[in-house]
């Protein structure tokens, strides 16, 4: 049995940002967004916390760190 890693979707900084947008703006639960943008919730819960970190100057998620 061979399992192929799928590459991972590419989103632009818009993107994100109007993802982000819909939860903390237009009233939608992460899990609604994250249904009707095809994506898991947890990638939203991160974008949501990557932009709330940048906005509030604190220093954003480094991997390895």
């Given at each position: ?22 939860v ?21 819960h ?20």
């Amino acid at each position: 049995m061979t399992t192929e890693k799928q590459p991972g979707r590419k989103h632009t900084e818009d993107f994100k940002r109007e993802s982000v947008v819909l939860v903390t703006e237009r009233g939608y639960k992460v899990s609604e967004a994250a249904r009707s943008l095809d994506m898991g919730d947890n990638l939203l819960h991160r974008w949501k916390r990557e932009f709330k970190e940048e906005a509030s100057g604190s220093p954003a998620y480094q991997r390895g760190a």
